[in-house]
């Protein structure tokens, strides 16, 4: 099968004058329409008509224009629907859009929200990391004769190295020179 050409900017830009077209005349039609009168519906019937086959060739068209095999569903059997994957949009993105908002104050919320969740992840990271090494330390002193387990699984669990330290935004050093806990146990 020979390749489909991206379509023209003429033919896309047509399509969606054809559809404004048919929201205009549903306008129209909507705004002077006759409940007794039958041509009136019989109108309006054939207007959603060609409001529907008009998105339909939109669509269609822009359903070709993307990008092939890389995003094929391969389990999509059912013939009415394309079978490309679309760009999927956040719902909160929509609604910020929906609302009058910026879109870009959803993306740096979110940006901000998540930097939030990885210094807390971090955090208990590092919490973990130091209670194991404290943990083992004890045990050592406590039951020496554990000891060589004890630090066979420090070290399997990536024990006895320095913590690794946090780069701050803005590439400001602290006080400490960047090291996060004072040095490491090697």
Do not use: C, W
């Given at each position: 099968?020979?390749?489909?050409?991206?379509?023209?900017?003429?033919?896309?830009?047509?399509?969606?004058?054809?559809?404004i077209q048919?929201?205009?005349?549903?306008?129209?039609?909507?705004?002077?329409?006759?409940?007794?009168?039958?041509?009136?519906?019989?109108?309006?019937?054939?207007?959603?008509?060609?409001?529907?086959?008009?998105?339909?060739?939109?669509?269609?068209?822009?359903?070709s224009?993307?990008?092939?095999?890389?995003?094929?569903?391969?389990?999509?059997?059912?013939?009415?629907?394309?079978?490309?994957?679309?760009?999927?949009?956040?719902?909160?993105?929509?609604?910020?859009?929906?609302?009058?908002?910026?879109?870009?104050?959803?993306?740096?919320?979110?940006?901000?929200?998540?930097?939030?969740?990885?210094?807390?992840?971090?955090?208990?990271?590092?919490?973990f990391t130091?209670?194991?090494?404290?943990?083992?330390?004890?045990?050592?002193?406590a039951m020496?004769?554990?000891?060589?387990?004890?630090?066979?699984?420090?070290?399997?669990?990536?024990?006895?190295?320095?913590?690794?330290?946090?780069?701050?935004?803005?590439?400001?050093?602290?006080?400490?020179?960047?090291?996060?806990?004072?040095?490491?146990?090697?």
């Open positions: 099968m020979a390749p489909v050409d991206k379509p023209d900017h003429n033919l896309v830009e047509q399509q969606i004058k054809d559809i048919s929201l205009f005349q549903l306008m129209v039609q909507t705004s002077t329409y006759d409940q007794a009168g039958r041509p009136t519906s019989t109108i309006l019937s054939a207007e959603l008509t060609t409001l529907s086959s008009s998105l339909g060739r939109l669509s269609r068209t822009a359903v224009s993307l990008p092939a095999p890389s995003h094929l569903h391969a389990n999509n059997n059912d013939p009415r629907q394309p079978s490309v994957k679309l760009p999927e949009i956040p719902e909160p993105l929509i609604e910020y859009v929906e609302a009058g908002r910026n879109p870009d104050i959803y993306t740096r919320e979110f940006v901000e929200l998540v930097r939030r969740m990885n210094q807390l992840a971090r955090g208990k990271e590092m919490a130091k209670f194991r090494d404290v943990l083992a330390e004890e045990m050592g002193r020496p004769e554990l000891k060589q387990d004890v630090d066979r699984v420090v070290e399997a669990t990536g024990g006895r190295e320095a913590i690794r330290p946090v780069v701050k935004e803005g590439g400001g050093s602290g006080a400490g020179g960047g090291e996060g806990n004072g040095g490491g146990k090697s």
